[in-house]
């Protein structure tokens, strides 16, 4: 006779699963809770007490680790194995079923650090590892979804290499998983950002359609150990999303999360900010940021951080979208924004809070601190000074260009932003975003000017002040230029790239 070990914090399914093993030849051993969960479906079930001849100790921190469980799970079909069971009266355990202990959900709630440990599984991860090494002589199975394909190969007798092979490889996936978490939480409560060990702890959430291409497949995993936007946000209406549209998405609830008590409104086009205004009221602040570039703004995605009102709903249903993302709708905006069928509405709940991102290259990843300062001083440079009007344009425009691509300039006036990116150089950026703007005043740069060129081009378009970060060797040849020219210059001492 065969035999299963069933061990579940969760008690989904098991009976289940429990009931037709035993219809298909198999024995089946249980731990403390799991057995009388069991018993009481009318399983009968051996205890792990009576195959250990050795109680459950330390308040059930220890009842599996015991050579007779784990030698049953790590020996193989084989004579020499078989050999070795039989003179240490050890019976084969051809089945093991785990689920863990919820340290995941335990991190939401409001626990102590001791009371957060007891909830690391020790047993179940190594009964876990010790089938899923010895997968072509044990089944594991880990995910309640997996039961049903499982039980029908048993009943057809075609548990083939292919199945365990896969199971073995979900085992796995879920205790590296159940490992980071423990590991990120530790890390967080020492204060150490970047370990010499780093595994992110990243659940799917869901398939996309297709990634920057339709060649490309992707996928989107959610952060479970950082709450944040993306896990969070809750989509009212429209297709489901795609890999470009998270991306929009990303940016565009950045921008308008700069601005905390001011009406905002950005449009994104392939993760570039075209328009980013600041108004009076929901609706100024769309109309403001549509006037900025009315031309990328076809197509792309529109973000708010604050209420979406009736009157803003209706202006926005005049043009194509993709994606409209706020914190809030009035109930008559979303029923006006629902008649575009194919519209994704975005419901946020929560703020940008990563602290890190992320970045693939060929062979390894980058990580860095995500950028969430703005400067480091503001000090005017040049002979002209600036008045609050000056100054509040100024810095709405360096709040903007932190989010464009380098090279990045953005010329701003009236709280409008017209921005000119990812460039190789940054008069190409200057000249782009001067020639659109609406309202040349004021510009901002992310980087310092290596030459004089973008403060000349500026005085063209009678541009009143600039804000950049200084730096440069040839600081002193702008300053020179901005002074020549009645420009008053502003040096931050901070950088904001973008790539």
């Not at 399983?43 to 784990?70: A, D, M, S, W, Y």
């Not at 409001?110 to 991860?125: N, S």
């Not at 795609?242 to 905002?264: G, H, M, P, Q, R």
């Not at 601190?369 to 000056?390: A, G, H, M, Q």
């Amino acid at each position: 006779m065969k035999r299963a070990l069933i061990s579940a914090y969760d008690k989904k399914d098991i009976e289940i699963l429990a009931k037709n093993l035993v219809e298909n030849g198999y024995e089946i051993i249980s731990t403390g809770n799991t057995a009388k969960y069991l018993e009481k479906n009318g399983i009968n079930v051996i205890p792990v007490e009576n195959i250990t001849e050795f109680p459950e100790i330390l308040n059930g921190r220890v009842k599996t680790l015991h050579p007779k469980i784990h030698g049953g799970v790590l020996a193989r079909n084989i004579e020499k194995d078989l050999e070795v069971l039989k003179k240490h009266n050890i019976e084969k355990i051809d089945l093991v079923y785990v689920n863990l202990y919820p340290f995941e959900e335990k991190l939401k709630e409001e626990l102590t650090i001791q009371e957060r440990i007891e909830f690391i599984d020790i047993g179940g991860p190594t009964l876990i590892r010790a089938a899923a090494k010895n997968f072509e002589h044990t089944i594991v199975i880990v995910d309640p979804e997996d039961i049903p394909m499982v039980i029908e190969k048993i009943k057809e007798n075609n548990i083939d290499f292919e199945t365990r092979l896969y199971l073995a490889s979900k085992a796995f996936n879920l205790t590296a998983y159940y490992d980071s978490l423990i590991s990120n939480y530790l890390n967080k409560l020492i204060n150490k950002k970047f370990p010499k060990y780093y595994t992110p702890s990243l659940k799917l959430k869901n398939k996309l359609r297709y990634g920057e291409n339709p060649h490309q497949d992707a996928v989107f995993y959610e952060n479970t150990f950082e709450e944040g936007f993306f896990n969070t946000f809750e989509q009212l209406n429209g297709k489901e999303l795609s890999y470009n549209n998270l991306k929009d998405i990303d940016v565009a609830w950045k921008v308008v999360n700069e601005f905390d008590n001011e009406n905002a409104c950005c449009a994104v086009k392939h993760q570039t900010p075209c328009g980013v205004a600041i108004g009076k009221d929901n609706l100024e602040a769309y109309k403001k940021a549509y006037e900025c570039d009315p031309i990328s703004i076809f197509g792309g995605i529109v973000a708010f951080n604050h209420t979406v009102t009736k009157e803003t709903a209706l202006e926005m249903k005049k043009l194509f979208l993709e994606v409209i993302i706020a914190p809030e709708f009035e109930e008559e905006a979303l029923e006006t924004l629902k008649k575009k069928k194919n519209l994704r509405i975005i419901k946020a709940h929560k703020k940008p809070s990563e602290k890190r991102e992320f970045s693939t290259i060929d062979g390894g990843v980058l990580v860095q601190d995500r950028d969430t300062e703005l400067f480091n001083k503001f000090e005017v440079v040049t002979e002209k000074d600036i008045d609050e009007e000056l100054k509040k344009e100024l810095i709405f425009a360096f709040k903007v260009v932190k989010h464009a691509k380098s090279n990045a300039i953005v010329v701003a006036g009236n709280q409008m932003a017209t921005i000119g990116s990812g460039q190789p150089n940054r008069i190409w950026a200057a000249i782009d975003a001067l020639k659109r703007a609406k309202h040349p005043i004021v510009l901002a740069s992310d980087a310092f000017f290596p030459f004089d060129d973008v403060v000349r081009e500026a005085g063209k378009y009678n541009i009143k002040a600039i804000i950049q970060p200084g730096g440069s060797i040839r600081d002193e040849d702008s300053i020179k230029a901005a002074n020549e020219l009645g420009i008053a210059m502003i040096f931050t001492k901070m950088r904001h790239f973008k790539h």
